[in-house]
Nanobody
Framework: QVQLVESGGGSVQAGGSLRLSCAASGYTYSSTYLGWFRQAPGKEREGVAAIYTRGGGMTYYADSVKGRFTISQDNAKNTVYLQMNSLKPEDTAMYYC???????????????????WGQGTQVTVSS
């Protein structure tokens, strides 16, 4: 079992920044990808960014956030971060942290391949 707890959401004006944190506990050694997803009202949940947790730390981003968001991890703290800069109103959504354990294959943004999810943290960007 892997437990994920997000924090850091809030309300900001367009152009502002927020940093989301996701603290992982439990069998964290079993995870291969840690990802951030978001869901706006009336829309499907979508992948925002992900990081491969085993060697190299390769990162992946949705086109809509490239150059503005940065995903990173602190292995000592079992925490993954999402630094969000130059926020836009269209970034408004509930943001979820998710973990994929070994043996589950698919693209980084495939929700079905993530088997552990946090409760979410709200990000609201006003114009």
């Amino acid at each position: 079992q892997v437990q994920l707890v997000e924090s850091g959401g809030g309300s900001v004006q367009a152009g502002g920044s927020l940093r989301l944190s996701c603290a992982a506990s439990g069998y964290t050694y079993s995870s291969t990808y840690l990802g951030w997803f978001r869901q706006a009202p009336g829309k499907e949940r979508e992948g925002v960014a992900a990081i491969y947790t085993r060697g190299g730390g390769m990162t992946y981003y949705a086109d809509s956030v490239k150059g503005r968001f940065t995903i990173s991890q602190d292995n000592a703290k079992n925490t993954v971060y999402l630094q969000m800069n130059s926020l836009k109103p269209e970034d408004t959504a509930m943001y979820y942290c998710a973990a994929r354990t070994s043996g589950r294959l698919g693209t980084w943004y495939d929700l079905a391949t993530y088997n552990y999810w946090g409760q979410g943290t709200q990000v609201t960007v006003s114009s």
